[in-house]
Every structure is written in C-alpha cells, then in structure tokens.
C-alpha cells in the first residue's frame, strides 16, 4: 500500500546506533535501545526492524510518522523528525564523559564541539548529550564531521559514513 507523503516528510528516529553491542554481547549502554521489539510490533506499516546489533532501524520510505513507535518504546528514545534534515543525534545516553565512553563506542559525551561548530545554534548540549533543534539545523553537516564519536551523523551518508 503505497502512501502519498506531504512535504516536508516526517519519519520516525531511533536515537540509538547500538555502539554498546558493536564489541560485546551484553549492552552496557542503559539508555539505549534494548531490541524488544515493542516499536516493530505497533507498526502496522512495516518500517520498522531490528538490525545485526539489536537495535531497531526505521525506514523513511515506508514510515508515516504515526507516533506509534514512540508512544510504544520502553526506552523512549524514538523521535519523530523532519526528513528535510538529514542531521541526527544518535545517541540517548547522558552519562557523564568518561562513564559514556565506557558503556558505548560511539556515544555523544557532551563535549560541546558540536555546539561551537553549529553557526545556526541549532545544536545544545542537554543532560550530556547533544540535541538538534530541528528548527534552527540548516543541514551543513558540519557537527556531523566534527564530533570525535560519530554520535551526530548524516542519514544520507553525504558527510558521514551511514551506520
């Protein structure tokens, strides 16, 4: 069943990138996505799945922005954005720096270089962990290339390599 869609395109993002099962079996990471497939059972349009780390991935293309998702997610680390920005936060954890670096690979550790980076503003580092005020993001990808953890990236892999 194909759906028209009005731009601009909203889908859902799963604010995890499963850094923490990237080297070991058990996840360290307690605010990360936990694989329980909540967010896969409530979507009734099949755009969602879970990928070869456990970690649930969302297809834009099939994605409607419903909500269901997020309202299902135990973690509540699923957002709905705008597609039109292609700049994402992967990462939900707000441990401090140096417990964030432990528990995942690529987690945010609130350094703030991505906020000096930002000319727009559109970047705040909140709890430890950046936040992009989808308002404000122009789409440079400029935070994407700077954040030493590769927990901002680019979803169209034009500055950053798609994970």
């Known amino acids: ?79 709905i954005h705008e597609c039109a920005n292609y700049i994402v936060v992967k990462c939900s954890n707000d441990a401090k720096g140096a417990d964030a670096r432990k528990e995942c690979e690529v987690s945010c550790i609130g350094c703030g270089i991505c906020e000096k980076t930002c000319t727009a503003g559109a970047i705040k580092v909140i709890d430890n962990c950046a936040v992009i005020n989808e308002e404000l993001c122009l789409s440079c990808g400029m935070c994407a290339v700077k954040c030493p953890r590769h927990a901002i990236y680019d979803l169209r892999g034009i500055y950053t390599k798609v994970r």
């Open 1 to 79: 069943m194909a759906i028209k869609k009005k731009f601009p395109y909203r889908s859902a993002i799963v604010a995890c990138n499963g850094g923490c099962r990237a080297n070991s079996e058990e996840p360290t990471c307690t605010k990360g996505c936990i694989g329980c497939g909540e967010c896969v059972n409530n979507c009734k349009f099949g755009a969602i799945s879970i990928n070869e780390y456990g970690v649930a991935e969302v297809d834009e293309e099939k994605c409607i922005a419903c909500g269901k998702c997020v309202k299902a997610c135990p973690q509540e680390i699923i957002h």
